[in-house]
């Protein structure tokens, strides 16, 4: 079963990057689908970013414009660029394929991003 380990959080002011990635034990060069979600305690877990077959992305309206999804299949790592961050920002962000209602992977334990000044 493939492990999902994301990385590259952390505390950051407002205005600020970082850059995220989610390493995959195995390959993700099968899997269409690679997305970017979100959650804050006492709230669902939300998608931020999805990359899809043949470049096609979405990105959550909250996000749009400041972050970029991308993926290197040869390193099976997908990375989210995070740009221009505001306080609302603060979350736990997990990697993720989904599929059908559900995901192919489990969840792995995700990455602290906290934007605060």
């Known amino acids: 079963q493939v492990q999902l380990v994301e990385s590259g959080g952390g505390l950051v002011q407002p205005g600020g990057s970082l850059r995220l990635s989610c390493a995959a034990s195995g390959s993700i060069f099968s899997i269409n689908a690679m997305g970017w979600y979100r959650q804050v305690p006492g709230k669902q877990r939300e998608l931020v970013a999805r990359?899809?077959?043949?470049?096609?992305?979405y990105y959550a309206d909250s996000v749009k414009g400041r972050f970029t999804i991308s993926r290197d299949n040869a390193k099976n790592t997908v990375y989210l660029q995070m740009n221009s961050l505001k306080p609302e920002d603060t979350a736990v962000y997990y990697c993720?394929?989904?599929?059908?209602?559900?995901?192919?992977?489990?969840w792995g334990q995700g990455t602290q991003v906290t934007v605060s000044s």
């Open positions: 993720n394929a989904p599929r059908s209602g559900s995901y192919y992977f489990n």
């Open positions: 990359l899809g077959s043949g470049g096609r992305t």
